[in-house]
């Protein structure tokens, strides 16, 4: 039993193949119709399509302006890319405390740490479970910060009716190798604006306006840069992949649901072990299941010994040397670092492994 798994559907195979046979694997119509089959079938705002969920993040802080001296806050509980994207602006990362049977950040504590030189919040949706949004774009507005959503978990979460990734002025996906839909490598920036949309357009590619940028006599392009870019586009081979392994990826995201409605069924009870939290208000896209456990060492060891995998996936990223952070506050942040553990929820997983973890769990670690 893997804890991850990479799905590739047929129609993606195809599909690359298709792209191969073009000849034409640079950004182009493979991208553009990505694009518009995430805002169809996904309901994303504008997404444009990148080469990874790091570079989405990076995008969204320079389209927002945000650059040294100014302050970015975060959770310490997520992956180093989203901490190392601010330091790429030359902003400094603020860690701020998280809500123990979530994982999210909590919006009281995130108001704490906010001063004259907050410029940005990043709400990361750890595991696919949706943040406080409301409560976090208030304190955007009456700040006058740029709401940032790591989304990289959270591909097909809904929050209070809406997806993710049309509620914040930004929302950053990933497409990397095990996430719910891949393209290999890959990202999505969602913007609630047409002019940032714009701007993420221009800057994925070097500053140059592909759309408005004619090819001259002389054979290049005739453009001008005004705003610093990156490379940061997809490539079309990438897009065709994605584009196949959006096939079936509403039923697949309902089974991972139904997987989870199983864990927590058979979980409820079980002493050692905390549930997370699971209101009604918003849908879940369980890119792991997480719980809280007593003994986590002796519970993964058990585990382990019956052939199941268990992970932390991520450990608290404020204590890597180059934040060089002195964060000491982080009381919900220490609580679900000591017993937060994930099980396998992934669309290779059956009912008959589900039914195994919980035997196994059942009996005790
Ligand atoms: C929370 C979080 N943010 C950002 C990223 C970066 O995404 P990518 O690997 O596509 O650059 C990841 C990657 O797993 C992640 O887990």
């Known amino acids: ?54 570079s989405a993040l990076h995008l969204a802080l320079a389209i927002a302006g945000i650059g040294p001296g100014d302050e970015v806050i975060l959770p310490a509980q997520t992956f180093v890319a989203t901490g190392l994207a601010i330091l790429m602006q030359s902003a400094t990362p603020v ?48 700040y006058d910060l740029a709401v940032i959503e790591d989304a990289a978990h959270a591909l097909g979460a809904q929050y209070r009716g809406q997806a993710i990734g049309r509620i914040s002025r930004f929302t950053a996906f990933s497409f990397q190798a095990i996430k719910h839909l891949t393209t290999g490598d890959g990202g999505a920036l969602c913007c609630t604006s047409p002019d940032d949309r714009d701007a993420a357009q221009t800057r994925r590619w070097f500053g140059i306006d592909r759309a408005a940028s004619k090819q001259t006599i002389l054979g290049e392009r005739d453009y001008d840069i005004a705003e610093l ?16 392994n959006l096939v079936g990826f509403h039923s697949r995201l309902q089974r991972r649901q139904a997987i989870a409605a199983r864990y927590r069924h058979g979980l409820e009870s079980v002493p050692g072990i905390t549930l997370m939290k699971n209101p009604e208000d918003r849908k879940h896209a369980y890119w792991i299941f997480t719980i809280l456990v007593e003994d986590r060492e002796g519970f993964i060891r058990k585990l382990a010994s019956e052939g199941i995998p268990a992970s932390v996936v991520h450990l608290r990223i404020d204590r890597n040397s180059i934040f060089r952070s002195i964060t000491q ?29 919980l035997n196994v769990i059942c009996g005790g670690w």
């Open 229 to 244: 870019g990156f490379k940061y586009h997809m490539n079309d081979l990438a897009a065709s992949l994605g584009r196949g």
């Open 329 to 357: 506050d982080l009381r919900g942040q220490e609580a679900f670092e000591r017993h937060q553990i994930s099980l396998p929820c992934h669309n290779a997983i059956c009912d008959v492994d589900i039914d195994h973890i």
């Open 95 to 142: 860690f701020c405390d998280i809500d123990p049977r979530t994982g999210n950040i909590d919006p009281t504590a995130a108001e704490e740490k906010i001063t004259s030189r907050t410029k940005a919040i990043i709400p990361v949706h750890w595991g696919g479970y949706p943040c406080e949004l409301d409560e976090i774009n208030t304190l955007a507005r009456q």
């Open 1 to 54: 039993m893997e804890f991850f798994n990479t799905h590739i559907t047929p129609e993606a195979i195809s599909a690359v193949t298709r792209t191969l046979e073009t000849g034409w694997l640079s950004e182009g119509a493979q991208v553009r119709d990505f694009e518009a089959a995430l805002s169809a079938e996904l309901a994303l705002v504008n997404p444009v399509l990148v080469n990874s969920g790091t």
